[in-house]
Protein backbone atom coordinates (compact mmCIF):
# COMPACT_ATOMS: atom_id res chain seq x y z
CA UNK A 1 0.00 0.00 0.00
CA UNK A 2 1.05 3.51 -0.13
CA UNK A 3 3.45 4.95 2.49
CA UNK A 4 4.95 8.07 3.36
CA UNK A 5 8.19 8.66 5.13
CA UNK A 6 8.19 10.98 7.77
CA UNK A 7 11.50 12.73 9.25
CA UNK A 8 12.72 13.03 11.46
CA UNK A 9 11.11 11.07 14.54
CA UNK A 10 11.52 13.31 17.17
CA UNK A 11 13.11 17.24 17.76
CA UNK A 12 14.13 18.64 21.03
CA UNK A 13 14.25 22.47 20.29
CA UNK A 14 14.41 25.56 22.28
CA UNK A 15 11.66 28.13 21.99
CA UNK A 16 12.57 30.50 19.32
CA UNK A 17 14.01 27.79 17.46
CA UNK A 18 12.76 27.37 13.86
CA UNK A 19 11.76 23.73 13.04
CA UNK A 20 11.79 21.75 9.27
CA UNK A 21 10.22 18.03 9.38
CA UNK A 22 9.73 16.21 6.43
CA UNK A 23 7.68 13.64 4.17
CA UNK A 24 8.34 11.57 1.27
CA UNK A 25 6.34 9.04 -0.72
CA UNK A 26 6.73 6.75 -3.37
CA UNK A 27 3.34 7.35 -4.53
CA UNK A 28 2.21 11.09 -6.23
CA UNK A 29 -0.37 12.51 -4.11
CA UNK A 30 -2.85 15.22 -5.62
CA UNK A 31 -2.85 16.73 -1.97
CA UNK A 32 -0.70 17.10 0.63
CA UNK A 33 -2.14 18.20 4.40
CA UNK A 34 -0.06 18.65 7.56
CA UNK A 35 -1.89 17.81 10.95
CA UNK A 36 -1.23 18.63 14.97
CA UNK A 37 -2.22 16.23 17.25
CA UNK A 38 -2.40 17.36 21.46
CA UNK A 39 -2.32 14.18 23.81
CA UNK A 40 -5.50 12.53 23.98
CA UNK A 41 -6.97 14.42 20.77
CA UNK A 42 -7.69 14.19 17.30
CA UNK A 43 -5.73 15.77 14.91
CA UNK A 44 -5.79 19.13 13.76
CA UNK A 45 -5.57 20.64 10.09
CA UNK A 46 -2.58 22.89 10.19
CA UNK A 47 -2.21 23.42 6.34
CA UNK A 48 -3.68 21.89 2.79
CA UNK A 49 -1.47 21.89 -0.28
CA UNK A 50 -2.95 21.41 -3.26
CA UNK A 51 -0.55 22.14 -6.42
CA UNK A 52 2.87 20.86 -6.97
CA UNK A 53 4.94 23.47 -6.16
CA UNK A 54 2.80 25.67 -4.38
CA UNK A 55 4.33 27.08 -0.94
CA UNK A 56 1.59 28.15 1.79
CA UNK A 57 1.80 30.12 4.92
CA UNK A 58 -0.45 29.52 8.03
CA UNK A 59 0.56 32.14 10.99
CA UNK A 60 4.50 30.73 11.62
CA UNK A 61 4.04 27.73 9.75
CA UNK A 62 5.15 27.20 5.93
CA UNK A 63 4.74 24.56 3.86
CA UNK A 64 5.37 23.29 0.48
CA UNK A 65 4.48 20.98 -1.91
CA UNK A 66 7.31 19.17 -3.74
CA UNK A 67 7.24 19.48 -7.73
CA UNK A 68 7.43 15.84 -8.02
CA UNK A 69 4.16 15.79 -5.72
CA UNK A 70 5.56 13.04 -3.92
CA UNK A 71 6.97 14.94 -0.74
CA UNK A 72 6.50 17.86 1.18
CA UNK A 73 8.20 20.01 4.05
CA UNK A 74 6.62 21.59 6.87
CA UNK A 75 8.88 24.76 8.85
CA UNK A 76 7.82 26.54 12.21
CA UNK A 77 9.41 29.48 12.73
CA UNK A 78 10.47 30.51 16.00
CA UNK A 79 9.01 28.29 17.99
CA UNK A 80 6.80 28.80 21.48
CA UNK A 81 6.06 25.84 24.25
CA UNK A 82 2.12 25.80 22.69
CA UNK A 83 3.99 23.95 19.47
CA UNK A 84 4.53 20.89 22.04
CA UNK A 85 2.88 18.04 20.05
CA UNK A 86 3.21 15.61 17.19
CA UNK A 87 2.98 16.74 13.44
CA UNK A 88 1.40 14.06 10.87
CA UNK A 89 2.15 15.04 6.86
CA UNK A 90 -1.08 13.11 4.94
CA UNK A 91 -1.38 12.16 1.48
CA UNK A 92 -5.00 12.47 -0.22
CA UNK A 93 -5.97 10.23 -2.53
CA UNK A 94 -6.86 10.87 -5.99
CA UNK A 95 -10.75 9.63 -6.65
CA UNK A 96 -12.94 7.20 -4.89
CA UNK A 97 -12.85 8.21 -1.17
CA UNK A 98 -10.30 10.40 -0.98
CA UNK A 99 -8.91 8.88 2.25
CA UNK A 100 -5.82 10.23 4.06
CA UNK A 101 -2.60 8.21 4.05
CA UNK A 102 -0.86 9.37 7.39
CA UNK A 103 2.73 9.52 7.89
CA UNK A 104 4.31 8.26 11.08
CA UNK A 105 4.70 11.42 13.16
CA UNK A 106 6.88 13.76 14.25
CA UNK A 107 6.83 14.47 17.86
CA UNK A 108 7.78 18.15 18.85
CA UNK A 109 9.31 18.98 21.96
CA UNK A 110 9.74 22.94 22.84
CA UNK A 111 12.22 23.52 25.71
CA UNK A 112 11.12 27.40 27.40
CA UNK B 1 -17.23 26.42 15.37
CA UNK B 2 -19.13 23.37 14.05
CA UNK B 3 -17.31 20.39 15.15
CA UNK B 4 -17.32 16.59 14.91
CA UNK B 5 -17.98 15.07 18.29
CA UNK B 6 -17.19 11.05 19.56
CA UNK B 7 -18.84 9.09 22.15
CA UNK B 8 -17.95 7.42 24.38
CA UNK B 9 -14.41 9.32 25.03
CA UNK B 10 -13.37 5.51 26.62
CA UNK B 11 -14.82 2.46 26.34
CA UNK B 12 -13.84 -0.49 28.16
CA UNK B 13 -14.81 -3.97 27.15
CA UNK B 14 -13.73 -7.65 27.68
CA UNK B 15 -12.11 -9.59 24.89
CA UNK B 16 -14.95 -11.26 22.52
CA UNK B 17 -17.33 -8.11 23.71
CA UNK B 18 -18.95 -5.97 20.66
CA UNK B 19 -18.77 -2.32 21.28
CA UNK B 20 -20.39 0.31 19.19
CA UNK B 21 -18.44 3.82 18.85
CA UNK B 22 -20.42 6.80 17.81
CA UNK B 23 -19.85 9.99 16.06
CA UNK B 24 -21.96 12.95 15.19
CA UNK B 25 -20.40 14.31 11.64
CA UNK B 26 -20.61 17.86 11.20
CA UNK B 27 -24.23 18.70 9.41
CA UNK B 28 -23.60 19.73 6.33
CA UNK B 29 -20.72 16.78 5.56
CA UNK B 30 -21.48 13.96 3.28
CA UNK B 31 -18.32 12.20 3.37
CA UNK B 32 -17.54 10.24 6.77
CA UNK B 33 -14.43 8.16 7.47
CA UNK B 34 -13.58 6.08 10.19
CA UNK B 35 -9.55 5.72 11.61
CA UNK B 36 -7.61 4.35 14.09
CA UNK B 37 -4.33 5.04 15.65
CA UNK B 38 -2.67 2.04 17.98
CA UNK B 39 -0.55 3.68 20.64
CA UNK B 40 1.87 5.99 19.84
CA UNK B 41 1.64 4.80 16.11
CA UNK B 42 0.33 6.25 12.87
CA UNK B 43 -2.90 7.08 12.35
CA UNK B 44 -4.53 4.40 9.45
CA UNK B 45 -7.67 4.36 7.81
CA UNK B 46 -9.97 2.20 8.58
CA UNK B 47 -13.22 2.69 6.14
CA UNK B 48 -15.32 5.55 4.35
CA UNK B 49 -19.11 5.63 4.53
CA UNK B 50 -20.91 7.77 1.22
CA UNK B 51 -24.46 8.25 0.18
CA UNK B 52 -25.07 5.45 2.94
CA UNK B 53 -22.61 2.53 1.64
CA UNK B 54 -18.86 1.81 2.15
CA UNK B 55 -17.21 3.98 -0.70
CA UNK B 56 -13.75 2.27 0.58
CA UNK B 57 -12.19 0.29 3.52
CA UNK B 58 -8.77 -1.49 4.43
CA UNK B 59 -7.51 -4.24 5.16
CA UNK B 60 -7.77 -3.66 8.85
CA UNK B 61 -11.91 -3.67 7.97
CA UNK B 62 -12.79 -7.23 7.79
CA UNK B 63 -16.13 -9.08 8.80
CA UNK B 64 -15.81 -8.28 12.53
CA UNK B 65 -16.61 -4.46 11.77
CA UNK B 66 -19.45 -2.29 10.20
CA UNK B 67 -20.31 1.04 9.91
CA UNK B 68 -23.75 2.36 10.05
CA UNK B 69 -25.42 5.79 9.98
CA UNK B 70 -28.86 5.00 11.42
CA UNK B 71 -30.47 8.34 11.47
CA UNK B 72 -29.18 11.80 9.73
CA UNK B 73 -26.68 13.12 12.38
CA UNK B 74 -25.59 9.88 13.82
CA UNK B 75 -22.39 7.30 12.07
CA UNK B 76 -21.23 4.15 13.64
CA UNK B 77 -18.74 1.58 14.19
CA UNK B 78 -19.06 -1.84 15.25
CA UNK B 79 -16.79 -4.37 16.23
CA UNK B 80 -18.41 -7.15 17.07
CA UNK B 81 -15.81 -9.05 18.54
CA UNK B 82 -13.33 -7.33 19.73
CA UNK B 83 -9.57 -8.46 20.43
CA UNK B 84 -7.01 -7.36 21.88
CA UNK B 85 -5.24 -5.69 19.59
CA UNK B 86 -8.41 -3.61 18.73
CA UNK B 87 -7.34 -1.84 21.48
CA UNK B 88 -6.72 1.71 19.69
CA UNK B 89 -7.78 5.65 19.77
CA UNK B 90 -10.68 5.34 16.96
CA UNK B 91 -11.27 8.40 15.37
CA UNK B 92 -14.14 9.65 13.11
CA UNK B 93 -13.87 12.14 10.69
CA UNK B 94 -16.44 14.23 7.82
CA UNK B 95 -15.95 16.47 5.32
CA UNK B 96 -17.80 18.13 2.77
CA UNK B 97 -15.37 19.11 0.10
CA UNK B 98 -12.14 19.01 0.37
CA UNK B 99 -10.52 18.36 3.94
CA UNK B 100 -11.29 15.88 6.57
CA UNK B 101 -11.90 17.27 10.15
CA UNK B 102 -11.62 15.02 12.69
CA UNK B 103 -13.23 13.92 16.09
CA UNK B 104 -11.53 14.00 19.29
CA UNK B 105 -11.50 10.15 19.17
CA UNK B 106 -12.72 7.13 21.81
CA UNK B 107 -9.69 5.47 23.49
CA UNK B 108 -10.86 1.53 23.52
CA UNK B 109 -9.54 -0.56 25.34
CA UNK B 110 -10.30 -4.25 25.55
CA UNK B 111 -8.91 -6.66 28.71
Known amino acids: GQQLNQSPQSMFIQEGEDVSMNCTSS?????WLWYKQDPGEGPVLLIA?????ELTSNGRLTAQFGITRKDSFLNISASIPSDVGIYFCAGRTQGGSEKLVFGKGTKLTVNP | EPEVTQTPSHQVTQMGQEVILRCVPISNHLYFYWYRQILGQKVEFLVS????????KSEIFDDQFSVERPDGSNFTLKIRSTKLEDSAMYFC?????????FGPGTRLTVL
Open chain 2, 93 to 101: ASRAASWQF
Open chain 2, 49 to 56: FYNNEISE
Open chain 1, 49 to 53: LYKAG
Open chain 1, 27 to 31: SIFNT
